[in-house]
C-alpha cells in the first residue's frame, strides 16, 4: 500500500502562486509514478500532471502547460506541483495520486485531497 499526504493547499489572489507537496510512504518512492489531479465543485476529477519514475518526463494538461510545473524529490519521497500565474477556475481540490506501474494517466492510490481557492 501506498499512503499519500497532501499539504500547500490554501487561498490565493489570481495571478499568485502557491507551492503543493506530497509525501508518500509505503513503497520505494522511486519506483512509483506520480501524479495530479483536481476536482471542482459539479466537476469530474481531471488530471493536471504527471511525472515518470526518474523525474526525467513530465506531463501537464493543457490548461496548465506554461503555469504548473511538477517535479520530485526521490531522496526526500516527495512530489511537488508549483502553480505560478492562478486563476479563479484553478480553484479545485487537489489530488495527489501515484502508480507502481508506469503509467502517466492512471492510478491506483491517491491521497485526501488539498483545498485551492483563487478569488479575482
Known amino acids: 500500500q501506498v499512503q499519500l499526504v497532501e499539504s500547500g493547499g490554501g487561498l490565493v489572489q489570481a495571478g499568485g502562486s502557491l507551492r503543493l507537496s506530497c509525501a508518500a510512504s509505503g513503497r520505494t518512492f522511486s519506483s512509483l509514478t506520480m501524479g495530479w489531479f483536481r476536482q471542482a465543485p459539479g466537476k469530474e476529477r481531471e488530471f493536471v500532471a504527471g511525472?515518470?519514475?526518474?523525474?526525467?518526463?513530465?506531463f501537464y494538461a493543457d490548461s496548465v502547460k506554461g503555469r504548473f510545473t511538477i517535479s520530485r524529490d526521490n531522496a526526500k519521497n516527495t512530489v511537488y506541483l508549483q502553480m505560478n500565474s492562478l486563476k479563479p477556475e484553478d480553484t479545485a481540490v487537489y489530488y495527489c495520486?501515484?502508480?507502481?506501474?508506469?503509467?502517466?494517466?492512471?492510478?491506483?492510490?491517491w491521497g485526501q485531497g488539498t483545498q485551492v481557492t483563487v478569488s479575482s
Open positions: 495520486a501515484a502508480n507502481s506501474v508506469g503509467k502517466v494517466y492512471q492510478y491506483d492510490y
Open positions: 511525472i515518470n519514475r526518474s523525474g526525467g518526463r513530465t
